[in-house]
């Protein structure tokens, strides 16, 4: 179900909104290869009128599942939008479209959440990514200390002969 606000128990007083919105009402699924969204979001919000329009505040929190971009490791990312504001207009030409009374809050959120969503998701700052596995021959050099080099594909296509 979405997350609606009647504007009819507006016009008396604020709503204060609290609970969790399901993750298929945010309809993010398949918008990353990395993320997906599978918990649901939780908000604690207040409602108000002001001015002909709907004024809505307060904390959204959301649990992603991630894979790390450089080593391909699950994890979760908290994504948490704390001093969340929406102002939705019920006139003029950006109104928010009312149905029964009510106004969804859903699309802003989604929008908002998109924002946020990590561009590059790391399971830490300092993942060094999958192990490297050494191919190729490896050679060593006179040098004390050198270790081994591990062997250039040129220096293999410069041996050849036509």
Not at 18 to 38: F, P, Q
Not at 78 to 98: D, I, S
Request: aromatic share 4%.
């Amino acid at each position: 179900m979405a997350l609606l606000i009647n504007l009819r128990l507006l016009e008396t007083k604020n709503a204060l909104l609290k609970g969790e919105l399901a993750a298929a009402e945010l309809d993010m699924a398949g918008l990353d290869e990395l993320i997906r969204v599978e918990k649901p979001l939780k908000y604690d919000l207040e409602a108000q009128m002001l001015d002909g329009s709907v004024l809505a505040q307060g904390n959204l929190m959301l649990d992603l599942q991630c894979e790390c971009a450089r080593c391909l490791k699950p994890f979760t990312h908290r994504l948490e939008l704390t001093g969340w504001a929406c102002h939705l207009p019920l006139e003029g030409p950006e109104k928010a479209p009312v149905a029964n009374d009510c106004v969804d809050l859903t699309p802003s959120i989604r929008e908002d959440i998109l924002l946020g969503l990590p561009q590059h998701p790391l399971c830490r700052p300092e993942c060094g990514g999958l192990p490297r596995k050494t191919t190729g021959k490896t050679k060593t050099t006179g040098r004390a200390g050198a270790g081994k080099v591990a062997a250039s594909a040129w220096n293999e296509l410069n041996k050849l002969k036509f």
